[in-house]
């Protein structure tokens, strides 16, 4: 989420053209004295979009000033003030919905995700998101993750290259697949294959695969096979494959900590997005203005 | 959401941008044979999404066809068939994601709604939404409402026109607000007050507001507030605002049967959209082509 | 016309990329010395585009300053000093011709709708526009009729439905579509019907239609038509609808007096936009600059 | 305006997203059954907009078949049908108001410019456009100045260098203006010089201007400098600039006449698209469907 | 290449968002201070490039502040120092590949040119470009070939006609061809004749045409053609048409100092846009930084 | 370079508009007529851009076929034919410079790569590109040197890290900012150094770079240092980094062999973009049509 890309800048104009419309009906009765206000929490979490924020307001109107009280991926307690904004009244206003939109969402995502990284606190596996994400947002929603604690998978389908069921299917398997796109892929991006058996992490690891997802495996079996496919790729003669990463996925949030020692590297899950709820907040003015 | 607008394409071809980046590292594995695929839901609820998913697999390639196993706003069940897909391998695998994506969460979205709505059965009171919506998703997330059986708000700042607290704390109050909106809006504009007391709500009734919100109120206050409303109203001589629409929010969506005899016409609430789960759904490979 | 909407930047690029094109060759002949100059009108009339000419401006060249003498929606006579001009030579020359073809435009549909705002003083009814409008223009056009005195109708087709001849002769007739056109539009939104008989508008009144639009009617069958859809719609008992709008249209503009005690609310009519001719202005340098 | 044009196609689906907005309401009441329908004429005048049309509808709806039976540029009476339409009743209905409107904008155009051609006719002077164009139409406007038998001006301050009043207030003058301009525009580019006085005009042709404008001038004085320019320009040593149009403006389009015998190449003028009215045009539905 | 047009701001975000995708992943290591760099050229040449190179990153990070101690179109020497950039590091860092190499780019060319422009130094021929150009960068690769020391030739198909080969193949042939543009161009668009013999070449000249292009002709053809085509022109009573422009092409770079006394008007070439290298340029941190 | 992505439609337009502009003056001579073309090269060399020459022809118009006589990446000799295209003349006269250019620019680059592979040949070491591409172009030109047998380095500032002179000048240098960069980037991305000196890559090596790129350094410092930095990496006790790709950079490309048994994995150079010329090709018509 580089806030000086020019593709940021079209979708938070995106953004506002959604709220806005054909213009705010309310903006006629604004005479754009400049008022302070302040956002509030009222739920606890972890803060997610307070930069993104400052954009999207400076984008609806320069005039307008905000100074962040919380970083993005702190802590916040209900009824913490999280921001101060000051600016002409009718853009405060015209700017509310969209930017507590956006922060609630992402503060809900950062929160979902801090719970399940410290469940995993010690045990040197990292939380990793998936690329089910909402359409649109991704980059914002693998942002939050980040500062939730977690670490984020590839971006999207030209950021690494993943070797699907579908893909395992409709293709001649693994190792030519592998063979393939390592050949017409830049030499940094990195091959993973989806493995549902046993049978196609080792011969991914054969292969050269950098990284193995095992989806919905029994913790045995995962405990099992971990070691074996680290040995295989320990083994390799293709110098750039040699490096292993193994992921786990299809885990039920809540039993987390029973993968604590499966000796993986990372598990990766969508719930912090699909299944969290998002953080309340409100814009609330300020009742005594002195300047 | 009207799939005719230029707008939709331009979005759907973001979400597309957004996955696909500069290119799909696995797309030189397949042959662009015609394949066939279907979807499966693993979860009970109220589908929605399957006109903007015919849509958004044409945009990436024309030769996939859809056929549509459930339409938009039908119950589903775990385990069901949504929708059969046929098309070249590489541009089923590439459009996956996203479409899943979406349906998944609008489905949600349905599914949730669809839950308050049928407590409400009976009470004549429609269940409506909020601008409370995810940045760049409002008018798909706005069809899922309506899918699950509930009714639209405003779908932007132009769409209708609200005064909310902030707006009376920095403005000359309710009666002038009123009266300016009305006049520079067009006429077919309706202008809702958000009231936080009784006395906001009678004033709002006697400026000609055409809606009031009645936010975070008790409900015996309610109850004896609504008739006073509607009479005042109806005594009104303004011909363009004498109909007064009351709407209630700010209630924990689990207790909303505790307002089905309230006399309010609609109860918003943003619920099904900040506090839903996805439904999860996949794409499988037809094992049995036969064409 | 809500000038911190992203689509109305957008617009103005447009504009200006369609004089510019590949770029202004006189621009080589300038030094960018600082000048200023003022803009005079050569025809009386009702000024208006001050506001986004400023802004046009400045999407050119944030170094031009202009100074409004005239504000939208003023009277303005012949020879009359309607803003002043500073800036960059090159820059003044390079926006000259679109902010004047604009100002001159806009101004001219404020001229005319005044003209005709003005025979129905006194009346109560209101003078509105219709969705007539030059293709990309429209915001603005709408805009420059409510500077001279009128109100708008909808914006678009999302802003209020309207039930045409077209639509009647092609659907299930007036009842059914008011029924399913209020089960899927936003609460906020008004229904209207264009009847071109008694019978049509009488229905529309029965069925709940929230403003009926008599077209092409004679003046005493208006007259006797009125009171009855009034009388209709207050014993409706349908909530939100029950408050009736009464429009008329089809009418030459010459006639509008005629019209000052039909006893309906609003005359719709194209004429200030489909008939007026723009008000003649031009750019001059100033001969004495003193800065 | 070459319909094969990105920027044509970018466009016109600003002009589709202008009235459809978020969608359009009435969009639910049809069963988008094919249904056929014709446009009709209310006034006498010349066509123009039938290929923009066809575009406009193919991009709402591919299923939209029009055919036309008047070519741009044609004469048409009123009360004759001008095209007929084909196709899904929802689409039909909702390309209806933004084709007609540019389709009645545009005829106007051409309805005003036929007339000034006519009194021309004869004189060998070309009547032509000037940049006084509705923003974000030119393109489609200088179109309808063609197909009413007049010539167009540039089309864009790149499309050829005019050097005018505050281009010589603010610069070194004439003759290092056009030297200037001219080693920095393509070969292809001419130079033409608005003239105000008689000393301008022989100074712009001794210095080599390709054209002269001279405006607001005396036709007395058009007579007597036109041969004293040629002269001078046949003369010219400079190569590319020896050969020169003369282009007269400034008239009152009610004296075109005057000015046939005045030896000029040109009369340029703005009044067909700045005092022009819209020629009346009905999309109506086919009573007897026969398919 | 006029900086202020809206084009040129959309392709240079376009450049941004090429280089900077989802994000500048070694952002994070950088605190913002800010730092000093300059360019330094490691070739000779001609330098192309610094305005917009400065609008480049005044798009990426407005505190980022450029003094050019070159100018376009001025020699410069193995080791000097072009310009001095002060600015956030992590904006120096982001944006340093994408100018330097439009810089690198733009000055090869500009060299190219300068180099064949000076072999015709004295012989009053003016070196001309095509529109062989890189798509996407034509109005800056044109801009370069100015630098140089060269003229530009039309900048599209609407900047004037030619009429090629294939023209003349597919379509009634020449003396219609000028006809039918003629009528149908702004007045102010040049027609050209690219003539691959002397009838053509004279055929073009009597039927009008504004340039004639001979196309890889033998240099004592020209010789004796260039008068007769000239004698032709000035006989000719097309007044818009008398004057001619003569032109060659298909003359290797190496021999252009053949053809100094054909006595034609302009050589023009793809040489210096597709035979060119780039000038190496770096951009070094300043060691010692006094600020 | 994914034709699926909706970024390159728009690229593509881009290209389209720039050589259209506001429309072909020459199309009104054209009859639409389909005729058949086809295109030769005039030069031998790596054919490259038949895939998006076909969709640029079919987004100016879809009734324009082309059947590539030669895929990208295979070899031809001047006077081969590539191509045949079938079409309205006048869509193949609009379309023709623009692929033209497009196809010719890659080919240079497709065929100065292969020049430079086929020197590798043997070696094991990979030729690979840089960031060095034209503005605009990357994702092409990358393609181009895919055809041409090299691979592609990073995509962008997003696809991986490099850690460079600046960047290590600026931060806190190589150790905590390989730290930095891996807590905050997708765990698919790899992290590149640039090393000037032995120590620099050491010192990369052992804290877990990916990659190493050793620039412009002396043939036998390689030699002796790439054996070291295996061993660094191969003890390396940080799983995911302890694979190590070795790169060079800086050689002149005439010497390129000399480093075949340097032991690196990869040689990186922008050579085959900065220093090529285009392949020369041209449309031309089919003299006898026979259909």
């Known amino acids: 989420m580089d ?46 979009g307070g930069l993104i924020i400052k954009k999207l307001f400076k984008t609806i109107d320069p005039l307008v000033h ?10 916040i307690k209900k009824g913490e003030k999280l921001l101060n904004l000051q600016g002409p009244n009718s853009s405060l206003v015209t700017g509310e919905r969209t930017s507590l939109n956006l922060a609630m969402h992402l503060s809900g995502i950062s929160t979902a995700t801090s719970l399940l990284v410290k469940k995993l606190k010690g045990s040197g596996i990292l939380l990793c998101d998936t690329r089910k994400t909402s359409p649109g947002l991704r980059v914002f929603e693998k942002y939050a993750i980040r500062c939730g604690g977690g670490v984020n998978h590839r971006l999207g389908l030209d950021d690494a290259a993943m070797i699907k069921e579908n893909h395992i299917a409709w293709t001649e398997g693994i190792g030519p697949s592998i063979k393939k796109i390592r050949m017409s892929s830049p030499w940094t991006s990195r091959i993973i294959v989806e493995a549902e058996t046993a049978s196609q992490a080792i011969e991914a690891a054969e292969k050269g695969a950098d990284g193995i997802l095992l989806d919905e495996m029994d913790l045995n079996e995962i405990k099992s096979l971990v070691p074996k496919l680290r040995e295989i790729a320990n083994k390799s003669d293709q110098r750039i494959t040699r490096n292993l990463v193994i992921e786990i996925s299809g885990i039920d949030p809540k039993n987390v900590e029973d993968y604590k020692f499966s000796g993986v590297d990372l598990i990766s899950t969508s719930a912090p997005i699909t299944k969290s709820s998002w953080i309340d907040m409100s814009m609330r003015f300020d009742k005594k203005e002195s300047y």
Do not use: H, M
């Open 66 to 75: 905000i100074e962040l009280l919380k970083n993005d991926g702190d802590e």
């Open 3 to 48: 806030l000086r890309s020019p593709a940021i800048s079209q979708i938070i104009n995106l953004w506002i053209s959604e709220d806005i419309g054909r213009g705010d009906l309310t903006k006629v009765i604004f005479d754009n004295q400049t008022v302070s206000a302040y956002w509030v929490t009222k739920n606890d979490g972890v803060f997610c």
